[in-house]
């Protein structure tokens, strides 16, 4: 005869056996929408591996002791498969609606959705048959079941860019760590605060005994970490917060390790991706000779010497430069040329640019100008000169998710210093079809580079890189055209002159580009008064080819892209053979 069962009704719950279950649900749950996520990106990272691009630059930069500059006859682009093109129109139409980005948020309806979803899970594993009210450690345990996902979409090489394929860096990944952080301190506020109303019903000590102290020393170590990690304060006081977000993030470790003993297993993953992290940068710190020129006082370029290979065009790096008491800063820098292999610069290297935005810009912009006029006075010249440093490299990261050469039709659109990102692109894409002879099949046929600007002195910055590429793409298969548009009138006498380009004072409409780009909008139709300049007697723009849009620079610039894609329906992506978007946010 079997033994007797006590009736679920009078069974006392415990949460000791029950919640580490919903921990292990919940940990599914995320898993699984990782691995459908890692699914649908195999068609990308194969072609990826394919092309060369998923693991370039997994071991830093490197030079060949003298670059040899590749070079082949110029070719037509292969035969395009209409077929294929279209149904990679159709799978690009069906996610486009996922590019729309309301304003502010800095994500788009796709990523909204996924963060939806997330906190919808973890809310649901908190309250799904949890006595919280008498008994609160479920939110406890799913707040220790969030450092897996906090570190995994953290960490800077993180194995899960890796197979989510190229353009898909940690900078793209961050929104969900900061959700899962959010998460963590959502569940720890829910758990700490039923506990506390608990002690004081009941009058028992909440200060005093090592689990309670070490609990409210947590909860308070997080508070920290997430209010100091708002945007505001992150981008005010950036070293502040990094400093604080290093050191409270430690100690939280400690307090929650001392505070239950259900903590160290879920301690041990974020350790791995953590180690994991750091020595993967140990075979990506570079320590360089570099020169750095000043354009004016809002513009220093930085040449970092003997660097010829390992890196993508659109990538960055941290770069860390010694000079002045500056030596303990590091900030990211997009690489602003391609690799010297089939970069179409008359001085190919790697190049990076830094705009006067902040103190640490400012400083490096006034040390170089002091250094160029002490070099004048002492070599006695007028010439401009450089100055010598040393920097420490510490990357490639990120990059553009799509592949421009394989795509007949190519629009770039930059904002400002956001043009270091599309001209790595531009340099890229034009040599790999002119200097290498499209030996990897690039399909390229036609790109409209625009770049909006608020002074005409600024186009100096990066004239002379513009002038090499377009004069390497005439007379080719290639037709580039350059526009540039000046929002303030603001010494015109400073253009100077660019092969096949334009130049135009007005601000331009990102919606009106791309319509005129796929011609699909009669010259009536066009917003404040943006000429027509694009050549409607190609046969390209209707060939099915499909079309790369590529855009970079302040967050409004970036949101109208997206939500220019956004708006396209399923017919036009189709007929053009598909419209792949990438856009380039670098924020705190």
């Known amino acids: 005869m079997a033994a007797p069962v006590v009736p679920g009704n009078f069974q006392i719950y415990n949460s000791y056996v029950e919640d580490p279950k919903w921990q292990i649900k919940f940990t599914i749950i995320w898993c699984s929408g990782v691995a459908l996520a890692v699914a649908v990106s195999v068609p990308s990272l194969v072609l990826g591996l394919r092309h060369g691009r998923s693991l370039k630059g997994i071991t830093g930069i490197s030079e060949t002791n003298g670059y040899q500059s590749a070079h082949s006859d110029d070719k037509e682009p292969p035969p395009t498969s209409r077929r294929g093109h279209r149904l990679v129109g159709a799978w690009n139409a069906l996610v486009s609606p996922m590019h729309w980005s309301p304003p502010k948020l800095e994500l788009n309806f796709g990523q909204i959705i996924v963060l939806s979803a997330y906190l919808t899970a973890v809310l649901v594993c908190i309250i799904k048959d949890a006595p919280l009210i008498s008994n609160p450690n479920r939110a406890g345990f799913l707040a220790l079941a969030q450092f897996p996902v906090v570190f995994l979409f953290a960490t800077k090489n993180s194995i899960l860019s890796l197979l989510l394929g190229p353009g898909n860096g940690y900078e793209k990944l961050n929104f969900m760590h900061r959700m899962a952080g959010r998460a963590m301190f959502l569940a720890g506020c829910i758990h700490g605060s039923l506990w506390i109303r608990n002690h004081l019903q009941y009058g028992l000590a909440i200060l005093g005994p090592q689990k309670e102290t070490s609990g409210v020393a947590s909860l308070a170590l997080l508070c920290i970490i997430v209010l100091t990690s708002l945007r505001p304060v992150r981008r005010l006081f950036y070293e502040y917060f990094f400093v604080i977000h290093v050191l409270t993030y430690v100690a939280f470790f400690v307090t929650i390790c001392y505070h239950t003993i259900y903590a160290s297993p879920w301690i041990f993953p974020p350790l791995a991706f953590y180690g994991a992290d750091v020595l993967l940068r140990l075979f990506r710190y570079r320590i360089k000779d570099a020169t750095l020129t000043a354009q004016d006082a809002h513009m220093t370029l930085i040449r970092v010497h003997n660097c010829d290979d390992g890196w993508l065009a659109g990538q960055h790096v941290r770069l860390r430069v010694f000079f002045s008491n500056r030596v303990f800063e590091s900030h990211a820098f997009t690489i602003l040329s391609a690799p010297p292999s089939h970069s179409c610069l008359s001085s190919p290297g790697f190049l990076l640019a830094a705009r006067s935005d902040g103190d640490w810009t400012q400083a490096l912009n006034n040390y170089t100008r002091k250094e160029q006029e002490r070099l004048q006075i002492k070599e006695n010249s007028e010439c401009d000169s450089a100055a010598f440093v040393q920097v420490m490299l510490d990357g490639p990261y990120g990059g553009s998710s799509v592949d421009l050469g394989l795509y007949e039709s190519v629009l770039l659109i930059a904002g400002g210093s956001g043009v270091t990102f599309t001209l790595g692109l531009l340099d890229d894409i034009v ?31 990066f004239a002379p890189m513009l002038v090499d590429i377009a004069t390497a793409a005439s007379n080719s298969t290639i037709d580039l055209h350059i526009s540039i548009f000046v929002t303030c009138l603001c010494d015109p006498e400073a253009v100077p002159h660019i092969p096949n380009s334009i130049v135009t004072l007005s601000r331009p409409s990102v919606k009106v580009l791309l319509k005129d780009f796929i011609s699909l909008s009669p010259s009536s139709e066009k917003e404040d008064s943006v000429e027509t300049r694009f050549d ?14 590529c855009a970079s620079g302040p967050e409004s610039l970036t949101r109208e892209a997206q939500n220019a894609v956004a708006r396209l329906g399923l017919t036009t992506s189709m007929d053009v053979g598909g419209i792949a978007l990438h856009t380039e946010l670098f924020t705190l």
């Open 431 to 461: 040599g790999r079809c002119v200097k290498l002879g499209r030996s990897q099949g690039e399909r390229t046929r036609r790109i409209e580079f625009t770049w909006c600007i608020r002074s005409f002195g600024q186009i100096r910055w």
């Open 536 to 549: 409607r007697t190609q046969e390209s723009h209707g060939s099915g080819g499909g079309v790369a849009v």
